[in-house]
């Protein structure tokens, strides 16, 4: 459940960027500094959250890099889905 609350926040924050790209700044789509910007928040509060899982809570290194992927992957690659093609 954890998972799934952190991937749609994720994608909640994706929206916010892609809004601002599409209405404040006036893009086709998601510019190429909104995501990457994006991504590297993004990356910072998923290794956050790999951090305090891992080592505040005692989640198994290997149950956290598993989580680790869908929570950072999926918003991260809709970023660059949006940033490359729309």
Excluded: C, D
């Amino acid at each position: 459940m954890h998972i799934l609350k952190v991937t749609l926040t994720g994608l909640a924050v994706l929206a916010v960027f892609y809004l601002v790209s599409r209405f404040v700044l006036k893009n086709e789509g998601l510019s190429a500094g909104l995501a990457n910007a994006f991504v590297g928040m993004w990356f910072v509060y998923a290794a956050y959250n790999f951090y305090n899982g891992a080592f505040h809570h005692n989640i198994p290194l290997i149950n956290e890099a598993v989580a680790f992927v869908p929570m950072f992957g999926i918003p991260a690659g809709l970023a660059w889905y949006l940033s490359r093609w729309i």
